[in-house]
């Protein structure tokens, strides 16, 4: 979550502060984020819902410049949360190739298989991200 730094206009008993006092503040303007405190008239407050909850997985794998459909099993266990999640599943998907994230068109996503458009470089990491939003 994003906070903004705000400088306070005056602090109270610290009279030897070196610096001025800071507050810490949430953004404001985005209640599906961040809500704000509930309505007095009518507990529990449904025009407030709770915070946004996330979960994240990630699969990983390295190319060997062959092949251009990865499964499960070709997972690297070490930087590996999860396998190939099903894709409606999930809020948002993000493929990165090197480090570079790609478009949705370059590649397909089936429950446990990716298969990509062009065969990577030899050595390059394959990492697959998947995004779970929910409301509490």
Do not use: H, W
């Not at 949430?26 to 709770?50: A, E, F, H, R």
């Not at 990630?58 to 092949?67: L, R, V, W």
């Amino acid at each position: 979550m994003r906070y903004y730094l705000v400088k306070q206009q005056k602090v109270v008993n610290n009279v030897n502060a070196r610096s001025p006092g800071y507050l810490i503040i949430p953004p404001l303007g985005c209640p599906d984020v961040y809500p704000g405190q509930p309505c007095p008239t009518c507990p529990p407050c449904p025009c407030t819902p709770g915070l946004l909850q996330t979960e994240i997985f990630q699969y990983t794998a390295i190319s060997d410049g062959m092949k251009n459909v990865y499964k499960n099993s070709d997972a690297v266990i070490q930087f590996s949360t999860s396998g190939i999640l099903d894709p409606n599943s999930v809020s948002i998907v993000n493929l990165f190739i090197n480090g570079i994230l790609q478009t949705s068109n370059l590649y397909t996503l089936q429950p446990g298989a990716l298969i990509l458009s062009d065969v990577p470089v030899q050595g390059v990491p394959l990492i697959l991200q998947f995004i779970k939003i929910t409301s509490s």
